[in-house]
Nanobody, 126 residues
């Protein structure tokens, strides 16, 4: 069992940056793959980025729409996962969720995740 709390959302103009953080209640590096998903009003929750479990930096995966603009990382000492978001676009607006999976496979699939945070709102104005 792990509890997840997101922070760092806010309102930003197009082209700006935000850094989201997810704090876990226990160590995640050797147990959980971690992911970020987002959900816009009236749309399904979609994959944004994920990082595999591991004692070093892990392997990162990205949705095509954010590749080259977003970067996921984990700080194993602090039990946190970050999502650095640059060159933000209005289409990036949504509620961003952190999630933990017990496996390292198919991390783009939201059904692989057993634990979810409450979300943090990101709004990008044009």
């Amino acid at each position: 069992q792990v509890q997840l709390v997101e922070s760092g959302g806010g309102l930003v103009q197009a082209g700006g940056s935000l850094r989201l953080s997810c704090a876990a209640s226990r160590r995640t590096d050797s147990v959980y793959g971690m992911g970020w998903f987002r959900q816009a009003p009236g749309k399904e929750r979609e994959f944004v980025a994920a990082i595999s479990m591991g004692t070093t930096s892990g392997t990162a995966y990205y949705a095509a729409s954010v590749k080259g603009r977003f970067a996921i990382s984990r700080d194993n000492a602090k039990n946190t996962v970050q999502l650095q978001m640059n060159s933000l676009e209005p289409e990036d607006t949504g509620l961003y969720f952190c999630a933990a999976s017990r496996g390292n496979f198919n991390l783009e699939n939201r059904d692989r995740y057993a634990y979810w945070g409450q979300g943090t709102q990101v709004t990008v104005s044009s």
